[in-house]
């Protein structure tokens, strides 16, 4: 059983945990253990397998640094930050603890963090686990899990989802060693953003994870879940590209650094497949989990419905404005044309007058606010409501939320995207990317709501209760994120007008009444405010008179695919464009106008015939960079054919 290691400096803890001792560092009143593997490296013989459990050591092992991120597509830069090297311990996990003794008895928090199933790392600054086990008494633990290819890919001879399945094996790890670290193994929440909300819906729905946790969060969770034929015919074109068949055979000797490529290649192409692959392609979506009948059964909407949740405490939520970030990366912040709109509207609104509705519903709406309304609903609020609405249906505990407070940083101009629960959540305002949405230095109302927002989180994971009543689905009550100043007679949005009282950093919004909306305050008075019009914009869950169809409608589907096109007219198809691309002397792929790269999970729907035609860099020939770089003459970030 795990227990305390003999007495050390206080500096310089140590927790023997069930695989050996480890030895941490204190920093600002926490104990922070980092690196300490949970599995076996899944290289040579454990390639593309299912992860195992890692062997026992002897001695102390010190546990002072992150250890090394899997594979990364190129996103962002992501891949300049795990380059190839030695080590590939990458399946470890980080513990913050406040009081890392045995019996401290508290509750643990275990983060997944997010990246479009494609990207993704615990080392990153905004995931640091300090303010969050200081301020909430809790032990915090991140941790590294296989992403693209060698996490998601549908690969002959693999098992699927192996992503997932190390997902699985940390809480395991955290069932067998937490209690050393002054956790209760009893009470474990899960919690994730993004792939990584994604990640715990799915979760709800994975045999092996059963008990593994008590509570779960999904914050922004996207819709997406692969049927193994959509995944298998992406996993083979990823292949196709390295001259390989997609088995364990082919792949296993592949660099992995080679496999992100692969899939970087795929992804940058899937809008020419929309045909074929569906509304993932529109997105740029090339991996999700897969319903593969064996680790993930069925969808978290279906699991739910047969009541896998019912003995379990959900937290489930997302902000407001959940595209506009994408939509600025795209560059197509305030510039969407109506052509644009429509064919997005097509695409994604659900039903054959889908576009009608939406269009009826949100009347003075514009270019911008449709395209980005639809791509909010279709990829992040839809499934995310859906999953509360399965769980209340079926007599399961579930809250609601919704963060609508518009960050200040950069502007203002992405109001309330998605990712900016991430730092509000963790306490980390002023480090990381997201904490650019904040504005430097932060605000005092940014620190507040983050305050709110973290306290709100621990007493959710402490006891079930973040401190607003459940949702259910005759009441719809959501609560809402948002700090309302005292002197402004506006909650939210342009819809909702009013005079009164100074209110508190959350309020709660129950349905519409006739003439009015109900706001209570947490913990304060029940007051009222008149409204301008009945429609709570952004809270069509709420409010909107044809959200009943709309949320049916769009609920999300297993995508499923044509039949597959033979192995080898695939294979031939897939060399014969990229010997085309080679020939022009350009890179392997080239980004419209040399734009920054963006994750297909934050690619845009544009149709091809409304995209801007690739630029021909002939004056940035491939080797005008190399990758961990991940720069071009111009300053700007694309992928080279080296």
């Not at 390989?244 to 080679?258: E, K, N, Y």
């Not at 979506?285 to 279906?302: A, E, M, R, Y």
């Not at 069509?540 to 033979?566: F, K, M, N, W």
């Amino acid at each position: 059983m795990p227990g305390a290691h003999p007495a050390t400096p206080a500096d310089r803890p140590e927790v023997r945990c069930a695989s050996g001792a480890v030895r941490g560092v204190r920093e600002d009143g926490v104990a922070v253990f980092r690196g300490i593997p949970f599995a076996e490296p899944p290289v040579g013989d454990l390639r593309l397998a299912a992860p195992r459990p890692v062997r026992a050591w002897s001695g102390v092992r010190d546990a002072l640094a992150f250890g090394p991120p899997p594979p990364q597509a190129g996103h962002f830069g992501m891949d300049a930050q795990s380059p190839a090297s030695s080590d590939d311990d990458w399946l470890t996990v980080n513990v913050w603890s406040p009081t890392p003794e045995p019996g401290a008895g508290l509750p643990v928090m275990v983060w997944i963090q997010g990246g479009g199933y494609e990207i993704g790392m615990a080392s990153l600054p905004e995931y640091d686990g300090g303010r969050l086990a200081r301020d909430g008494s809790v032990v915090v633990v991140t941790f590294n899990y296989r992403v693209g290819l060698e996490g998601f890919g549908q690969v002959e001879g693999a098992p699927a989802n192996r992503g997932l399945l190390d997902q699985v094996a940390a809480l395991e790890w955290v069932r067998d060693s937490i209690e050393g670290f002054g956790g209760d193994p009893a009470r474990v929440t899960v919690f994730g953003e993004s792939a990584g909300g994604g990640s715990v819906a799915a979760l709800l729905a994975v045999p092996r994870a059963a008990g593994l946790f008590g509570r779960a969060v999904v914050q922004s969770m996207p819709g997406t879940f692969f049927s193994p034929e959509l995944a298998a015919d992406v996993a083979a074109a990823c292949a196709a590209e390295l001259d390989v068949r997609p088995t364990v055979a082919d792949l296993a000797g592949v660099d992995p650094q080679l496999l992100s490529v692969a899939g970087d290649a795929v992804s940058a192409a899937m809008h020419e497949h929309t045909d074929r692959w569906g509304l993932p392609a529109h997105r740029r979506i090339p991996f999700s989990p897969v319903v593969d009948g064996d680790v993930l059964p069925t969808t978290p909407w279906q699991a739910l419905a047969g009541g896998a949740g019912r003995d379990l405490d959900l937290l489930v939520g997302h902000t407001r404005d959940e595209q506009r970030l994408f939509t600025a990366i795209e560059g197509l912040l305030g510039q969407v044309s109506e052509e644009q709109a429509a064919a997005a509207l097509d695409v994604f609104a659900p039903g054959p007058d889908g576009e009608r509705r939406y269009r009826a519903s949100f009347p003075g709406a514009g270019p911008d606010e449709l395209y980005e309304l639809v791509h909010s609903d279709w990829l992040f609020r839809m499934p995310s409501l859906q999953l509360a609405e399965t769980q209340a249906a079926k007599g399961g505990r579930v809250h609601v939320y919704e963060l609508s407070w518009p960050a200040p940083g950069m502007g203002g101009i992405f109001g309330a995207c998605h990712g900016l629960d991430v730092p509000l959540v963790f306490g980390n305002l002023d480090r990381g990317q997201p904490a650019m949405l904040i504005g430097d230095p932060p605000s005092p109302e940014a620190s507040a709501l983050s305050a709110r927002m973290l306290s709100a989180w621990v007493a959710f994971a402490d006891g079930g209760d973040p401190g607003w009543p459940p949702y259910d689905t005759d009441h719809r009550l959501v609560q809402q994120l948002l700090l309302v100043p005292a002197q402004e007679p506006r909650v939210g949005c342009s819809d909702v007008l009013g005079i009164f009282e100074p209110a508190p950093s959350l309020i709660q919004i129950t349905q519409a009444e006739k003439g009015g909306t109900t706001i209570q305050a947490v913990g304060d008075a029940v007051f009222r405010l008149r409204l301008e019009q009945t429609r709570l914009r952004h809270l069509e869950h709420v409010s909107r008179l044809d959200v009943a169809a709309l949320v049916v409608q769009i609920t999300p589907p297993t995508y499923v695919v044509g039949a597959p096109q033979r192995r080898e007219e695939r294979a031939q198809d897939q060399r014969k464009r990229r010997r085309a691309k080679e020939k022009s002397r350009h890179p392997v792929w080239v980004l419209p106008e040399c734009r920054p790269w963006r994750s297909p999970h934050y690619a845009h729907s544009t149709p091809q015939s409304a995209q801007q035609p690739a630029a021909q860099h002939g004056n940035n020939p491939p080797s005008c960079c190399g990758r961990a770089q991940n720069r071009c003459g111009r300053g700007r970030s694309h992928v080279c054919a080296e």
